[in-house]
C-alpha cells in the first residue's frame, strides 16, 4: 500500500542513490586475506610440516584404527553419561532429600577434579581393590576375580570419561527439563498420564530444545578429551597412537597435523547431525509453517480481498475490512 | 444411581503451610449441571477446582466424584492415599481445561487430542484419529487439524483444549478460567462451544469472570471470597438481586 501513488496505477521504483563506503573495513579485510595467503603459502614450503609425511600417514591404518578407536570410546562414554546424567537430572528434582543430596555430592565430586586426575585415579583400580569379590557382606565371596584382568584399559578409559561426564549432562538435562513450563506437567496429568508417560512424551521432547546445543558441545569436546585417557594409560587412541608413531619416526609435526585432521573431520560430522537434530526438535516451536496451507493472517487477508473490492485514489481507506465474525471464519 | 450427585464436597479445607485457602467448602454439583464459581482472585475458585482432579491435595474434608472419594482409599474407617497409578485411573474421567490452555507445543493439534486416548486408555489409533477429527470438527477446527498451537490463535488453541479433553470421554469437566487469557473478540468462540457442550448434558464446573455466560448457561452459581462459599444459588437470582454485601460489592465491580 505505501508503494500506491494517488492515481494508484504505478509503484515507487526503488531508490538509487551512492552506497555508503567503508574504506577500513575493506582495508582490513584486504590485510588479513594477504597475512592468510603468507602463512598458507609459507606452511606449504616450510620443511618442518614435512606435507609428504602427512600424506603417508593420514590414511595408514594405525592412525585410521586409533581414530576409529577415539570414535568408539566418545560413543560408548557418551551414551553412559546420557543415561547416567538424566538419572542424576531426576534424582536432583527428587522430593527425597537423601536422594537429591547424593546427586549433588556425585555433581561436587566429579565436577570439581579434574579429569585428568580421575582418569588416574580409574587406571589405579587394580591396585586399590586388587579383586572383585560378589557374594554377600562379610561372608566368603562366590566368584571372586582380579581388578586387572576384570577391567581392562579401554573398559576403564570409558567407564573414567563417562562418569565425568554424566556430571556436566546432568546440569543440562536438569536445565532442560526446568525449561517446560510447569502446565506441561499439569496438563499432561489432567490427562490421565502417568509420571513416566509424562516425562518420556510431554517434558523430555519438549526439553531437548535446550538439551540438545549444549549436549553437542559436550560430545565434541569429549571426542577430543579421549585425548587424556593416556593417564590411566590407554595408548590406542588417536593422539596417543600418533605421538608413540612419532616418538619412532621423530615426525612429531606432521603426526600432530594428522591427529588434528582427523578430530576436525569427526567434530564437522557431529556438527552437522546437531544440526539436524535441533531442527526435529524444534517442531512447533520454530517459525516453520505448516506446509501447503496459508496461515491464518493471509487467509483472513484473501477473504476480505475477494468479498471487498479495494477502494483506491477516492480519499477511502485503501482496504475495508467487514466487521470479523470469528465465528464464521473456522466453522 | 442417576440421582447421586456427581460433585460431593463436605467440608472441604486446603491450606499452602498456614495460608488456608479454601475454608470448609461444601456444596454438590448434579448430573449434567452445570455450575459456575465466580469470586474475586484469591477467593480459592482454582484451587477447588484443582482439588476436584487431584492436581491439589485437600487438607480436611471429603470431596468425592460420581460417589468415588477422590484421591484417597478408605478401608476400616482408615483413609489411604491413593498410589499415582489409581489417581491417574481417577484422572482419565475429569476432563479439564486450563486458563494458558497448556497444549503440547511440540505436536498438531490432531495428537494433541489423540495423545491421551492412546497412551493413557491404549485404543488403536486408526479409531483414535476419527474420533479425534470428529471432535476438532465439532469444536469447528476441522481444518486446522495439522497445525502445531503455536499457529493457531488463542481461542483456536482454547477449542483443542476443550478437544483433548473430551477425548477421553470425560464425566465432568473442570474449567479453570478458560477464556481469561483471550482477546476479547477471540472469548466467544470458546464460550459457544462450551455452551453446546452444555445442552448435550455434560457436567461442568466453570471457574470464569463472564457473568453473561454464568447468566445464560449455568444452572447454579457460586460466589466465592476468602476461601467460603458466600453465595450460591439459582445464577439469575443471584446475579440480579444479590443477598450478601461481599457478593454486591463484587458484582458491582463485574458487571
Known amino acids: 500500500m505505501t508503494n500506491t501513488t494517488a492515481t494508484g496505477v504505478k509503484t515507487e521504483p526503488g531508490i538509487k542513490a551512492i552506497r555508503l563506503r567503508h574504506p577500513w573495513r575493506n582495508t582490513f579485510a584486504v590485510v588479513l586475506l594477504l597475512i592468510v595467503a603468507l602463512f598458507i603459502a609459507d606452511a606449504a614450503m616450510r620443511p618442518a610440516y614435512n606435507w609428504p609425511a602427512v600424506g603417508k600417514y593420514l590414511f595408514d591404518q594405525r592412525i585410521s584404527q586409533a581414530a576409529f578407536i577415539t570414535l568408539q570410546l566418545t560413543v560408548y562414554s557418551m551414551v553412559i553419561a546420557i543415561i547416567l546424567g538424566v538419572t542424576l537430572a531426576i534424582m536432583r528434582l527428587s522430593p527425597n532429600t537423601v536422594v537429591s543430596s547424593i546427586a549433588w555430592v556425585y555433581l561436587w565430586i566429579f565436577r570439581g577434579t579434574p579429569v585428568y586426575v580421575q582418569l588416574a585415579f580409574w587406571g589405579l583400580i587394580g591396585t586399590i581393590y586388587q579383586t572383585i569379590d560378589i557374594g554377600l557382606p562379610f561372608t566368603e565371596p562366590w566368584v571372586s576375580f582380579p581388578t586387572r584382568v576384570a577391567l581392562s584399559a579401554f573398559i576403564l578409559a570409558i567407564v573414567g570419561l563417562a562418569l565425568n561426564e554424566a556430571a556436566y549432562m546432568a546440569e543440562i538435562v536438569r536445565a532442560g527439563l526446568l525449561s517446560v513450563d510447569s502446565g506441561q506437567e499439569e496438563a499432561a496429568t489432567a490427562l490421565g498420564m502417568s509420571w513416566f508417560q509424562t516425562m518420556v512424551r510431554v517434558i523430555v521432547p519438549q526439553s531437548m530444545r535446550v538439551i540438545i546445543p549444549p549436549a553437542g558441545n559436550e560430545v565434541i569436546s569429549m571426542l577430543k578429551t579421549t585425548s587424556l585417557v593416556t593417564a590411566i594409560p590407554f595408548t590406542l587412541e588417536l593422539y596417543t597412537r600418533s605421538r608413540d ?72 481507506p485503501t482496504v475495508v475490512l ?6 464464521k471464519e473456522d466453522r | 444411581m442417576l440421582d447421586t450427585p456427581m460433585v460431593v464436597a463436605d467440608r472441604v479445607s486446603k491450606s499452602f503451610g498456614s495460608n488456608e485457602v479454601l475454608k470448609s467448602i461444601s456444596l454438590e454439583v448434579k448430573r449434567g449441571e452445570v455450575m459456575c464459581l465466580v469470586g474475586p482472585s484469591g477467593s480459592g475458585k482454582s484451587t477447588f477446582l484443582r482439588c476436584i482432579n487431584h492436581l491439589e491435595v485437600v487438607s480436611s474434608g471429603r470431596l468425592s466424584v460420581d460417589g468415588e472419594l477422590i484421591g484417597y482409599r478408605e478401608a476400616n474407617h482408615k483413609l489411604y492415599e491413593m498410589r499415582p497409578k489409581e489417581a491417574a485411573r481417577q484422572r482419565r474421567d475429569i476432563g479439564m481445561v486450563f486458563q494458558r490452555f497448556n497444549l503440547f507445543p511440540h505436536m498438531t493439534a490432531l495428537q494433541n487430542v489423540m495423545e491421551a486416548p492412546i497412551r493413557v486408555k491404549g485404543l488403536s ?3 483414535v484419529e476419527a474420533n479425534a477429527r470428529a471432535l476438532l470438527a465439532r469444536v469447528g477446527l476441522a481444518e486446522r487439524a495439522d497445525y502445531y498451537p503455536a499457529h493457531l490463535s488463542g481461542g483456536q488453541q482454547q477449542r483443542v483444549a476443550i478437544a483433548r479433553a473430551l477425548a477421553m470421554e470425560p464425566k465432568l469437566m473442570l474449567f479453570d478460567e478458560p477464556t481469561s487469557a483471550l482477546d476479547p473478540e477471540l472469548v466467544g468462540e470458546v464460550l459457544d462451544v462450551m455452551q453446546v457442550l452444555a445442552r448435550d448434558g455434560m457436567t461442568m464446573i466453570v471457574v470464569t469472570h463472564e457473568m453473561g455466560f454464568a447468566r445464560e448457561v449455568a444452572d447454579s452459581l457460586v460466589f466465592m471470597d476468602g476461601g467460603v462459599v458466600v453465595e450460591s444459588g439459582v445464577p439469575t437470582e443471584v446475579l440480579a438481586n444479590p443477598q450478601h454485601h461481599r457478593t454486591q460489592a463484587f458484582l458491582s465491580k463485574v458487571l
Not at chain 1, 322 to 327: E, N, R, V
Request: glycine residues 10%; positive net charge.
Open chain 1, 322 to 327: 467487514p466487521p470479523t465474525d470469528p465465528h
Open chain 1, 245 to 316: 608413531i612419532a616418538a619412532v619416526t621423530f615426525e612429531t609435526v606432521p603426526m600432530l597435523i594428522v591427529a588434528s585432521i582427523w578430530y576436525l573431520f569427526f567434530t564437522s560430522i557431529l556438527m552437522v547431525g546437531q544440526y539436524f537434530l535441533e531442527k526435529r526438535f524444534a517442531r512447533g516451536i520454530g517459525d516453520r509453517r505448516p506446509d501447503k496451507k496459508a496461515d491464518d493472517a493471509t487467509a483472513s487477508i484473501t477473504g476480505t480481498m475477494t468479498g471487498v473490492t479495494p477502494v483506491v485514489g477516492s480519499g477511502q
Open chain 2, 125 to 127: 489409533r486408526a479409531g
